[in-house]
């Protein structure tokens, strides 16, 4: 099982600018490829402070200067907000100035509060039929010569312009129903996944999904990659209580993700305020007793433990989220930790 690194510009105020935020992830991401992480993701979020990621593409070009192994992934680029052709040339672009170390992942979409700005309020349910048809005319552009007739999407001979370097670009398929794990498989995509705040047995049904797409399409022999996706803060062994603001940490994301996903509450210049705690009484999985044993908090030898099984139940990728609203320098502690004491027990052989 290989290791990436899944994070953001995270900002929750202003005390420090985009500019420091910025220089903060291409640290974090410079030690993901001195640890020897397989590779760095950066999805798309529009208009929303504690996801600052407009671009994760040009992201990834300046990183492709500032790295020289880790492969650069998008995830994800949210379909209904590209046309094809302008995703398949920018991708294969990111391809051509990283030497071959693009990775192409894509979404439907979630937050209606970005379908309203974005995608001139469309429903974010409908993301789904944009994310089918993007990916196979991607690929078709990539090749050569295509015209496009969809339901989304209508052009005429077009092609990627450039191509890229990789024979194949690697496609990802953020998935948790049955029928994107399905979709995935039949299309020769991998598959990302992520629990959020369930336990290892989410982990463990949407394996049980990907394992079904995989014996639902014989016909498919190249057997696809799955990475599972994973709030992530390594403590040391003698520091016992140290789990405790890492979780707070992680449910103050995950109430500012609520705050979004709600698309009620107003964003005062990009920043939301996180649901109030009172809100979720009755829903344990956001306290932080939950989230301690939820999210991968822990020691290096409770990490490892946990990482064996994912290993064992066949998990190809896992992805360490940094997105948690900790401090630069305790994010760096958590993923140094991390390079130190949990991967070198996951060597190759």
Same mark, same amino acid.
């Given at each position: 099982m290989r290791f990436s690194l899944f994070l953001h510009m995270e900002r929750y105020d202003n005390s420090l600018s985009h500019e420091e935020h910025f220089q903060n992830l291409v640290e974090l991401a410079q030690m993901a490829e001195a640890g020897g992480f397989s590779t760095v993701w950066i999805g798309e979020h529009h208009s929303m402070e504690y996801t600052a990621s407009p671009s994760p593409i040009a992201q990834l070009a300046y990183l492709a200067a500032k790295t020289s192994t880790i492969r650069l992934g998008s995830g994800t680029i949210i379909a209904p907000f590209w046309n094809p052709i302008r995703a398949a040339?920018?991708?294969?672009?990111?391809?051509?100035?990283?030497?071959?170390? #693009?990775?192409?992942?894509?979404?439907?979409?979630?937050?209606?509060?970005?379908?309203?700005?974005?995608?001139?309020?469309?429903?974010?349910?409908?993301?789904?039929?944009?994310?089918?048809?993007?990916?196979? #005319?991607?690929?078709?552009?990539?090749?050569?010569?295509?015209?496009?007739?969809?339901?989304?999407?209508?052009?005429?001979?077009?092609?990627?312009?450039?191509?890229?370097?990789?024979?194949?670009l690697p496609v990802w398929v953020a998935a948790r129903?049955?029928?994107?794990?399905?979709?995935?498989? #039949?299309?020769?995509?991998?598959?990302?996944?992520?629990?959020?705040?369930?336990?290892?047995?989410?982990?463990?049904?949407?394996?049980?999904?990907?394992?079904?797409?995989?014996?639902?399409?014989?016909?498919?022999?190249?057997?696809?990659?799955?990475?599972?996706?994973?709030?992530?803060?390594?403590?040391?062994?003698?520091?016992?209580?140290?789990?405790?603001?890492?979780?707070?940490?992680?449910?103050?994301?995950?109430?500012?993700?609520?705050?979004?996903?709600?698309?009620?509450?107003?964003?005062?210049?990009?920043?939301?305020?996180?649901?109030?705690?009172?809100?979720?009484?009755g829903r344990p999985e956001f306290a932080a007793e939950s989230l301690h044993q939820t999210a991968m908090i822990g020691t290096p030898a409770e990490i490892i433990e946990r990482l064996h099984h994912y290993a064992g139940l066949g998990v190809t990728e896992y992805s360490f989220w940094n997105d948690n609203s900790m401090s630069h320098e305790e994010k760096k502690r958590s993923l140094q930790l991390f390079i130190d004491e949990v991967v070198p027990n996951f060597a190759k052989n």
């Amino acid at each position: 099982m290989r290791f990436s690194l899944f994070l953001h510009m995270e900002r929750y105020d202003n005390s420090l600018s985009h500019e420091e935020h910025f220089q903060n992830l291409v640290e974090l991401a410079q030690m993901a490829e001195a640890g020897g992480f397989s590779t760095v993701w950066i999805g798309e979020h529009h208009s929303m402070e504690y996801t600052a990621s407009p671009s994760p593409i040009a992201q990834l070009a300046y990183l492709a200067a500032k790295t020289s192994t880790i492969r650069l992934g998008s995830g994800t680029i949210i379909a209904p907000f590209w046309n094809p052709i302008r995703a398949a040339g920018e991708l294969a672009l990111l391809d051509v100035i990283s030497g071959g170390r #693009a990775e192409v992942g894509v979404a439907r979409g979630a937050y209606q509060f970005e379908f309203d700005r974005v995608a001139g309020g469309m429903p974010a349910t409908d993301g789904g039929k944009a994310m089918q048809e993007l990916i196979p #005319a991607m690929q078709k552009l990539w090749e050569g010569d295509y015209a496009h007739d969809g339901e989304v999407w209508k052009f005429p001979t077009s092609t990627s312009v450039p191509k890229p370097v990789q024979k194949k670009l690697p496609v990802w398929v953020a998935a948790r129903s049955p029928e994107s794990h399905d979709y995935a498989v #039949a299309n020769g995509c991998h598959v990302m996944v992520t629990p959020l705040m369930k336990g290892d047995e989410e982990v463990e049904d949407l394996m049980r999904k990907y394992e079904t797409a995989i014996a639902n399409h014989p016909e498919r022999t190249d057997r696809p990659d799955i990475m599972v996706l994973r709030h992530t803060y390594v403590h040391s062994a003698d520091q016992p209580e140290a789990w405790r603001p890492a979780a707070e940490a992680i449910s103050k994301f995950y109430r500012t993700f609520d705050a979004v996903f709600g698309n009620k509450a107003p964003a005062v210049d990009g920043f939301f305020e996180p649901s109030p705690e009172q809100k979720f009484e009755g829903r344990p999985e956001f306290a932080a007793e939950s989230l301690h044993q939820t999210a991968m908090i822990g020691t290096p030898a409770e990490i490892i433990e946990r990482l064996h099984h994912y290993a064992g139940l066949g998990v190809t990728e896992y992805s360490f989220w940094n997105d948690n609203s900790m401090s630069h320098e305790e994010k760096k502690r958590s993923l140094q930790l991390f390079i130190d004491e949990v991967v070198p027990n996951f060597a190759k052989n």
